[in-house]
């Protein structure tokens, strides 16, 4: 079993910076890709990025791409979302997941996912 807890949402201007963190625990973190997606209301969950296990490699959505950083600090079990000139677009709950089998870019495709946590940017 996998645990994670998604933080640091919260309410900014458009143009902000916001940082999020999630901390795993439950099995050997770095063996595993870990994701960011985001739902917004009444709109379908969509794939933000993707850190691969080693951190090497980093996949994103092209919306994000430029503005937003996926990184991940193994010893700490930690991995992060750095997002910068945030929009009134990137309003959602972001979820981050884990044990991934088959496409990254596929929620369907991720086995354990944190609860989430709101990022609003307003206009």
Request: glycine share 10%; net charge positive; proline share 2%.
């Amino acid at each position: 079993q996998v645990q994670l807890v998604e933080s640091g949402g919260g309410l900014v201007q458009a143009g902000a910076s916001l940082r999020l963190s999630c901390a795993a625990s439950g099995r050997t973190f770095s063996n595993y890709a870990m994701s960011w997606f985001r739902q917004a209301p009444g709109k379908e969950r969509e794939f933000v990025a993707m850190v691969t296990s080693s951190g090497a490699g980093t996949y994103y959505a092209d919306s994000v791409k430029g503005r937003f950083t996926i990184s991940r600090d193994n010893a700490k079990n930690m991995v992060y979302l750095q997002m910068n000139s945030l929009k009134p677009e990137d309003t959602a709950v972001y979820y981050c997941a884990t044990n991934l089998r088959g496409s990254y870019r596929r929620g369907e495709n991720y086995e354990y996912w944190g609860q989430g946590t709101q990022v609003t940017v307003s206009s």
